[in-house]
C-alpha cells in the first residue's frame, strides 16, 4: 500500500504532540532497516504467515499516489495536475485553513531540512512532489518511492520494461509501492517506468504497471497501439486457487475523455492539450507521459499459456468508460479471499457509477457457479464473466435526493465473507469531510461510530487497511477533533464480530495500538515508537506499520510524552503475545511544544490520503 508520509516538521511535530483521547503489551516494536538519514518509511504489507515484510522508504511527498486508478478517488476528469488543483481539492475535500501550505508540498515537495518548498526554490533542492514529475521530461527523475521485502530492494523495471523507448535506461528513476506479499513469498504492487535519456529528452514507457516479482503485467491485448504502448496496470495482490495463482488489480481498456481538454494537460508542461496521443503512442510526444486512461478491474492467470502477461477483464462499467463530457470510469479489486465454504474466491473493490457525474462505489465481485471452467474459458473467451459485480449496500452515494458521500471503496475481505473499507463524506462533519470506516457481512453494512469504539467519535476519520481471518481489522484514525486543520492520527486496531482473541483485549474492541505496545519487559525499547499507522496484519495478528521513533525512548511513557532528540517516521513490525498483558498510556500535562528534528510541513500526523486504497493478501 502506498504511505504518503515522510519527514516531521515543525507543524507536523505540534500536531503529533497534541493529546488524544483513547486508551494499551500486547505488541514488541522492531525497527525495519530500509531508510538512509533523512528518509522516512513504513512497513506497508506482511505475508499472511507473518514470515516476511516488506518497506516502502520515501524521499519526500508523492504528490499523487502511485498506485491509484483516480487520484484522491474523487479525480474522474483527471484534473489534479497543477498547484491549484491541489489547492482547490484540499479546499473542497480536506476544509484545512492551510491548504496553501499542503498545496506547497504536494506540489514542490520538501528540501533536505524538511522546510516546505515553494515557487521561489530550485527544483534541485526540493524532494518529492508532484511538479518533479512532470518536469522529468527535461530534467530527468530520481526515485521518490523505493521498496523491498526483508532487506532485498525490489525494483522489477530498474533495469528496463518490455517496450523501452530510446535511450539509456536510469534504473533509478523508479517509484515501486509493493501492496502485498504473496503466498509464494514474491512481491506484489506497481511501479513506474523507468525514465530512458535521450539526448535532452527523458521519457519513460508508462505511467504505472503491476507486478508480480518480476513479471510486468501488461494490458489486455487486442485494444489498439496507445493501450499495449503506454496503457497502464496494476497489482493489489495475488490468491492462490488450486493450482492457479490469480493476481488482481486494474488494467486499462479505454483512452481518458475528452483529450483535447486543456484542463489535461499538466501545469509547466508546455502542452495544448492531450489529444496528439489519442490515437498513436509515441514517446517522442511529451503528451504520451501524461496520457491517462480508464482502468477496469482485472486479473493475471498463472497458468494461461496464450498471452499470459496480458490481463483478462472480469467486469464492466455500469455506466461506460467515458461520460458527462470529461470523467473517465475507473474500477479495481482491490482485495481477495476463499470464505471458508468456497473454492473460488471473491473479491471486492471499487466500480464508477454515474449518478449526474462519476462515483466511485465500493463493489463486491462474487464467482459464478461454473466458476473453474468459466476461468479456463475466461484465456481465450475475453468477454466471459467469472465473477458477478454488485454494490456494497448501506452506502449509497445518493440517500434522499442528497449525495451523502464523494466515493465508497471496499480495501479488504477475509474468509468469513466480512468486508472492510470507507466512506468518504460528502458535507462536513465536526469540522471534517470525514473517511468513515464501514464494516459488511452479506446484506448488512455497519458504518464505525460511538457505539462500536470509542475510538469512532463524531466526525472522525479513519483508514481501514487490512482485516486478517479473525476478524481483526487496522488502520489509523483520528485522536483529536481539531477543526480546520490535518488531525493527529494514530495506529489502531479494532476487533469485529466474535473475533477469536477478543478476551486478550479485556473484551474491548478498539484500541489505539500505543496502549498496546507499553509495559512489560520490552517497555522501554517500546517506549522508543508511537505508532504513526497500520498497514497490514498477519493471521497471527502481527503488523506492518510506521512509528515515530525518538531514540532512547521519549520523556516518559506517556501518548503525548516529548522527544528530547529528533524525532523520525519509521518502519516497524509490531510482533503479536497473546499472553501479554494492556497497561494503558496516560496523558501527559503540558503545553504543545517539541524539540528535535524538523521536516515536511503536515507529513506526519495527517492524512496519507492513500491510506483508503486498500488491497489484501
Same mark, same amino acid.
Given at each position: 500500500m502506498q504511505f504518503n508520509k515522510f519527514k516531521l516538521s515543525a507543524i507536523a511535530l505540534a500536531v503529533a504532540g497534541l493529546p488524544t483521547?483513547?486508551? *494499551? /503489551?500486547?505488541?514488541?516494536?522492531?525497527? !525495519?532497516?530500509?531508510?538512509?538519514?533523512?528518509? $522516512?518509511?513504513? *512497513?506497508?504489507a506482511i505475508a499472511a504467515d507473518s514470515s516476511k515484510i516488506a518497506v516502502e522508504v520515501l524521499r519526500g511527498p508523492v504528490g499523487l499516489n502511485y498506485s491509484e486508478e483516480m487520484p484522491y478517488m474523487v479525480d474522474e476528469e483527471h484534473f489534479i495536475n497543477s498547484y491549484d488543483d491541489l489547492d482547490n481539492y484540499c479546499d473542497n475535500y480536506l476544509g484545512y485553513n492551510t491548504c496553501d501550505a499542503w498545496a506547497d508540498e504536494q506540489w514542490y515537495g520538501i528540501k533536505a531540512?524538511? !522546510?516546505v518548498c515553494d515557487s521561489q526554490d530550485s527544483e534541485q533542492v526540493c524532494d518529492g512532489g508532484l511538479k518533479k514529475e512532470? #518536469? /522529468?521530461?527535461?530534467?530527468?527523475?530520481?526515485?521518490?518511492?523505493? =521498496?523491498?521485502? #526483508? &532487506?532485498?530492494? =525490489?525494483?522489477?523495471? &530498474?533495469?528496463?520494461?518490455?517496450?523501452?523507448? =530510446?535511450?539509456?535506461?536510469?534504473?533509478? $528513476?523508479?517509484?515501486?509501492?509493493?501492496?502485498?506479499?504473496?503466498?509464494a513469498g514474491n512481491a506484489v504492487g506497481a511501479s513506474s517506468s523507468p525514465y530512458y535519456q535521450n539526448g535532452a529528452v527523458n521519457a519513460r514507457a508508462?505511467?504505472?504497471?503491476?507486478?508480480?516479482?518480476?513479471?510486468e503485467l501488461l494490458p489486455p491485448s487486442g485494444l489498439g497501439t496507445v493501450i499495449s504502448t503506454i496503457g497502464q496496470t496494476n497489482a493489489n495482490g495475488a490468491i492462490t486457487v488450486g493450482s #492457479?495463482? +490469480?493476481?488482481?488489480?486494474?488494467?486499462? +481498456?479505454?483512452?481518458?475523455? %475528452?483529450?483535447?481538454?486543456?484542463?489535461k494537460a499538466p501545469e509547466g508542461s508546455g502542452l495544448g492539450n492531450l489529444n496528439s496521443c489519442s490515437s498513436t503512442a509515441s514517446y517522442s510526444d511529451r503528451a504520451c507521459q501524461y496520457f491517462q486512461f480508464a482502468n477496469q478491474a482485472s486479473i493475471w492467470v498463472s497458468s494461461y499459456t496464450t498471452n499470459a502477461a496480458n490481463a483478462r477483464v472480469i467486469a464492466d462499467f455500469p455506466d461506460g468508460a467515458t461520460g458527462n463530457t470529461d470523467d473517465t470510469a475507473q474500477a479495481s479489486v482491490k482485495a481477495a479471499s476463499i470464505l471458508t465454504s468456497d473454492t473460488a474466491p471473491t473479491m471486492v473493490g471499487f466500480n464508477t457509477y454515474n449518478d449526474s457525474g462519476f462515483y466511485a462505489r465500493a463493489v463486491k465481485y462474487t464467482p459464478i457457479a461454473d466458476f473453474a471452467n468459466c476461468l479456463i474459458s475466461l484465456e481465450s473467451t475475453p468477454s466471459q464473466r467469472c465473477w458477478t459485480m454488485s454494490l456494497i449496500p448501506g452506502i449509497e452515494i445518493r440517500q434522499g435526493g442528497d449525495i451523502i458521500y464523494s466515493y465508497t471503496v471496499a480495501n479488504d475481505i477475509n474468509e468469513n465473507g466480512i468486508v472492510a473499507g470507507i466512506a468518504k463524506n460528502f458535507r462536513r462533519s465536526s469540522g471534517a469531510y470525514a473517511e468513515t470506516v464501514f464494516i459488511n457481512e452479506g446484506a448488512s453494512t455497519t458504518l464505525l461510530g460511538p457505539s462500536q469504539s470509542s475510538l469512532f467519535f463524531s466526525g472522525y476519520n479513519a483508514t481501514a487497511s487490512s482485516i486478517n481471518n479473525d476478524n481483526e481489522l487496522? &488502520?489509523?484514525? %483520528?485522536? !483529536?477533533?481539531a477543526r480546520d486543520r490535518a488531525r493527529r492520527q494514530r495506529g489502531?486496531?479494532?476487533l469485529h464480530g466474535s473475533a477469536t482473541n477478543l478476551a486478550t483485549f479485556q473484551n474491548t474492541r478498539g484500541w489505539l495500538l500505543d496502549d498496546l505496545t507499553n509495559g512489560g519487559a520490552a517497555s522501554d525499547t517500546n517506549n522508543q515508537y508511537r505508532i504513526a499507522e497500520a498497514f497490514d496484519i498477519a493471521d497471527n495478528g502481527d503488523i506492518a506499520a510506521s512509528a515515530f521513533y525518538c531514540a532512547g525512548g521519549y520523556r516518559s511513557t506517556a501518548h503525548n510524552a516529548l522527544c528530547d532528540g529528533t524525532e523520525e517516521l519509521v518502519a516497524v513490525k509490531l510482533t503479536r503475545n497473546n499472553s501479554g498483558t494492556i497497561s494503558q498510556r496516560t496523558y501527559d500535562d503540558q503545553t504543545v511544544s517539541r524539540s528535535g528534528g524538523s521536516v515536511g510541513f503536515l507529513g506526519l500526523g495527517l492524512l496519507a490520503l492513500a491510506g483508503a486504497m486498500r488491497r489484501k493478501k
Amino acid at each position: 500500500m502506498q504511505f504518503n508520509k515522510f519527514k516531521l516538521s515543525a507543524i507536523a511535530l505540534a500536531v503529533a504532540g497534541l493529546p488524544t483521547l483513547a486508551s *494499551a /503489551a500486547i505488541y514488541n516494536v522492531t525497527q !525495519e532497516t530500509g531508510a538512509s538519514s533523512g528518509q $522516512s518509511s513504513a *512497513a506497508t504489507a506482511i505475508a499472511a504467515d507473518s514470515s516476511k515484510i516488506a518497506v516502502e522508504v520515501l524521499r519526500g511527498p508523492v504528490g499523487l499516489n502511485y498506485s491509484e486508478e483516480m487520484p484522491y478517488m474523487v479525480d474522474e476528469e483527471h484534473f489534479i495536475n497543477s498547484y491549484d488543483d491541489l489547492d482547490n481539492y484540499c479546499d473542497n475535500y480536506l476544509g484545512y485553513n492551510t491548504c496553501d501550505a499542503w498545496a506547497d508540498e504536494q506540489w514542490y515537495g520538501i528540501k533536505a531540512t524538511g !522546510e516546505v518548498c515553494d515557487s521561489q526554490d530550485s527544483e534541485q533542492v526540493c524532494d518529492g512532489g508532484l511538479k518533479k514529475e512532470i #518536469d /522529468a521530461w527535461n530534467n530527468g527523475y530520481t526515485s521518490n518511492s523505493t =521498496a523491498s521485502v #526483508d &532487506g532485498l530492494r =525490489a525494483n522489477p523495471f &530498474g533495469a528496463g520494461v518490455s517496450t523501452p523507448p =530510446a535511450g539509456s535506461v536510469n534504473a533509478n $528513476s523508479t517509484n515501486v509501492v509493493i501492496n502485498q506479499i504473496s503466498d509464494a513469498g514474491n512481491a506484489v504492487g506497481a511501479s513506474s517506468s523507468p525514465y530512458y535519456q535521450n539526448g535532452a529528452v527523458n521519457a519513460r514507457a508508462f505511467k504505472t504497471r503491476g507486478f508480480n516479482d518480476a513479471t510486468e503485467l501488461l494490458p489486455p491485448s487486442g485494444l489498439g497501439t496507445v493501450i499495449s504502448t503506454i496503457g497502464q496496470t496494476n497489482a493489489n495482490g495475488a490468491i492462490t486457487v488450486g493450482s #492457479d495463482v +490469480i493476481t488482481f488489480g486494474s488494467a486499462s +481498456i479505454a483512452n481518458m475523455a %475528452d483529450t483535447g481538454n486543456g484542463n489535461k494537460a499538466p501545469e509547466g508542461s508546455g502542452l495544448g492539450n492531450l489529444n496528439s496521443c489519442s490515437s498513436t503512442a509515441s514517446y517522442s510526444d511529451r503528451a504520451c507521459q501524461y496520457f491517462q486512461f480508464a482502468n477496469q478491474a482485472s486479473i493475471w492467470v498463472s497458468s494461461y499459456t496464450t498471452n499470459a502477461a496480458n490481463a483478462r477483464v472480469i467486469a464492466d462499467f455500469p455506466d461506460g468508460a467515458t461520460g458527462n463530457t470529461d470523467d473517465t470510469a475507473q474500477a479495481s479489486v482491490k482485495a481477495a479471499s476463499i470464505l471458508t465454504s468456497d473454492t473460488a474466491p471473491t473479491m471486492v473493490g471499487f466500480n464508477t457509477y454515474n449518478d449526474s457525474g462519476f462515483y466511485a462505489r465500493a463493489v463486491k465481485y462474487t464467482p459464478i457457479a461454473d466458476f473453474a471452467n468459466c476461468l479456463i474459458s475466461l484465456e481465450s473467451t475475453p468477454s466471459q464473466r467469472c465473477w458477478t459485480m454488485s454494490l456494497i449496500p448501506g452506502i449509497e452515494i445518493r440517500q434522499g435526493g442528497d449525495i451523502i458521500y464523494s466515493y465508497t471503496v471496499a480495501n479488504d475481505i477475509n474468509e468469513n465473507g466480512i468486508v472492510a473499507g470507507i466512506a468518504k463524506n460528502f458535507r462536513r462533519s465536526s469540522g471534517a469531510y470525514a473517511e468513515t470506516v464501514f464494516i459488511n457481512e452479506g446484506a448488512s453494512t455497519t458504518l464505525l461510530g460511538p457505539s462500536q469504539s470509542s475510538l469512532f467519535f463524531s466526525g472522525y476519520n479513519a483508514t481501514a487497511s487490512s482485516i486478517n481471518n479473525d476478524n481483526e481489522l487496522v &488502520g489509523k484514525v %483520528d485522536t !483529536e477533533s481539531a477543526r480546520d486543520r490535518a488531525r493527529r492520527q494514530r495506529g489502531y486496531i479494532y476487533l469485529h464480530g466474535s473475533a477469536t482473541n477478543l478476551a486478550t483485549f479485556q473484551n474491548t474492541r478498539g484500541w489505539l495500538l500505543d496502549d498496546l505496545t507499553n509495559g512489560g519487559a520490552a517497555s522501554d525499547t517500546n517506549n522508543q515508537y508511537r505508532i504513526a499507522e497500520a498497514f497490514d496484519i498477519a493471521d497471527n495478528g502481527d503488523i506492518a506499520a510506521s512509528a515515530f521513533y525518538c531514540a532512547g525512548g521519549y520523556r516518559s511513557t506517556a501518548h503525548n510524552a516529548l522527544c528530547d532528540g529528533t524525532e523520525e517516521l519509521v518502519a516497524v513490525k509490531l510482533t503479536r503475545n497473546n499472553s501479554g498483558t494492556i497497561s494503558q498510556r496516560t496523558y501527559d500535562d503540558q503545553t504543545v511544544s517539541r524539540s528535535g528534528g524538523s521536516v515536511g510541513f503536515l507529513g506526519l500526523g495527517l492524512l496519507a490520503l492513500a491510506g483508503a486504497m486498500r488491497r489484501k493478501k
